[in-house]
């Protein structure tokens, strides 16, 4: 995230979807409830965290990154194919690249 945000993107350019366990910033932000997370995206000024199931519903932003940390092969494809959709710019894909590869293979 660092470097993305050195080399001149904003936080609100930055969609996060995460497999697996979702990431500690989701979690703070859903304790206050389900409408202030997404009015969180909605407001689009900070980078915005959502897990794989329900990453269909963010709105797309210039870079998004994917971590596959986790979660079954499912969760993968659904992050990939949410992911190529909603990147206007640039996508990156973070995880172990046997299972990259295994999920791309799988049609996504």
Do not use: K
């Not at 979807?17 to 900070?46: C, K, N, R």
């Not at 046997?98 to 791309?104: A, D, E, F, G, H």
Request: proline share 5%; net charge negative; charged share 15%.
């Amino acid at each position: 995230m660092d470097l993305l945000l050195d080399s001149g993107r904003t936080p609100g350019d930055v969609l996060v979807i995460t497999t697996g366990e979702p990431h500690p910033w989701a979690v703070h932000e859903l304790s206050f409830g389900d409408a202030a997370y997404w009015a969180q995206h909605d407001a689009g000024d900070d980078v915005f965290y959502a897990d794989a199931a329900v990453a269909d519903r963010a709105a797309s932003r210039a870079v998004v990154v994917v971590a596959l940390s986790g979660g079954p092969e499912a969760a993968a494809v659904t992050a990939l194919s949410v992911a190529h959709s909603r990147a206007g710019a640039l996508l990156i894909v973070c995880g172990d690249p046997q299972r990259i590869n295994s999920v791309l293979g799988a049609g996504v």
